[in-house]
């Protein structure tokens, strides 16, 4: 018997452990890993008129070779967006600045502006696999104003408001406030299931 | 298997219950952004449970055309009859 099969064949009267399935493929759409091919697309997304403002960079079209390198500065993980049969990229979804010493981390995400439903999707399969592959308290998102009011059911529903910086951004001609929400995972684990089921779960067209 | 087609009350009382908010009475002129504070993260759950309960998936185009919760109802129930 070679040493790698006898350290890994379950032992006879053993019961086998099932291992615990992360779904990262939801109704509409899936995630994958991010691939050097999908630099461009993320660069798109950076420069758009439409979501630039949305993202890190505040409308500032970064130079690309910077932007690569930056895209996977303080990264933990990261994955593109995708339709699910793969057909066409949708955004990305980023976890950043992770402290496993005190269990939380950062998460963003970026989509095209043509899209309504699979932006939610996509960040609840992320979320998901996030509370299951890391031992996280709390992840964080920093949502400036003018986006708050997309969330503002979540608030207190789901995310909690740990704070605001005033005036925080300039864009536009103004300064606006940057607001800092939290998903803490045992508010999360009352809804998972009942979430995850319904996005996973299998409809005709 | 066709799914039953749930009358207007009963289908707005089957989804308040499964997005877990309170009830509130609605008519098919109530406003879900302006009178029901429905953000798009709301929006959302309202699509994904009238698909479990038309039993069939929706086009995303339909997001932005859902303003009344007659809208909402009229989609699930043309789903619904045209099995």
């Known amino acids: 018997m070679e040493l790698s099969t006898a350290l890994f064949a379950p032992s006879r009267g053993t019961p086998r452990q099932s291992v615990p399935h992360v779904p990262l493929c939801g109704r509409?759409?899936?995630l994958r890993a991010l691939a050097p091919s999908d630099y461009d697309f993320c660069y798109q997304l950076a420069v758009d008129e439409r979501?630039?403002?949305?993202w890190r960079y505040r409308g500032a079209p970064p130079r690309p070779?910077?932007?690569?390198r930056e895209l996977w500065q303080s990264v933990l993980v990261q994955f593109i967006v995708e339709r699910r049969d793969g057909s066409e990229r949708l955004g990305l979804v980023t976890a950043y600045d992770a402290n496993t010493r005190d269990g939380h981390c950062h998460i963003a995400a970026i989509f095209r502006p043509d899209t309504r439903m699979w932006p939610l999707e996509g960040v609840f399969l992320f979320v998901n696999y996030l509370f299951a592959e890391y031992d996280f308290r709390k992840l964080y998102g920093e949502v400036i104003?003018?986006?708050?009011?997309?969330?503002?059911?979540?608030?207190?529903?789901?995310l909690d408001s740990e704070g605001v910086r005033r005036e925080h951004e300039y864009h536009g001609g103004?300064?606006?406030?940057?607001?800092l929400l939290a998903l803490w995972r045992d508010r999360f684990e009352l809804d998972r299931e009942r979430m995850l089921r319904r996005i996973t779960k299998d409809l005709p067209a | 298997m066709s799914l039953p087609l749930l009358e207007f009350d009963a289908f707005w009382e089957v989804l308040l219950a499964e997005l877990e908010l309170p009830v509130v009475a609605v008519?098919?002129?109530t406003l879900l952004r302006d009178d029901l504070a429905f953000d798009s993260v709301l929006t959302f759950e309202l699509l994904l449970v009238v698909e479990d309960l038309a039993g069939v998936m929706l086009p995303e185009q339909l997001l932005g055309q859902l303003v009344t919760v007659g809208d909402v109802y009229n989609v699930y129930e043309t789903r619904v009859t045209q099995g």
């Open chain 1, 28 to 30: 509409r759409v899936r």
């Open chain 1, 51 to 54: 979501t630039a403002p949305h």
């Open chain 1, 65 to 68: 070779e910077d932007f690569v």
């Open chain 1, 174 to 179: 103004r300064y606006w406030d940057v607001h």
């Open chain 2, 27 to 29: 008519v098919p002129d």
């Open chain 1, 145 to 158: 104003e003018y986006n708050l009011p997309a969330f503002a059911s979540t608030v207190g529903r789901w």
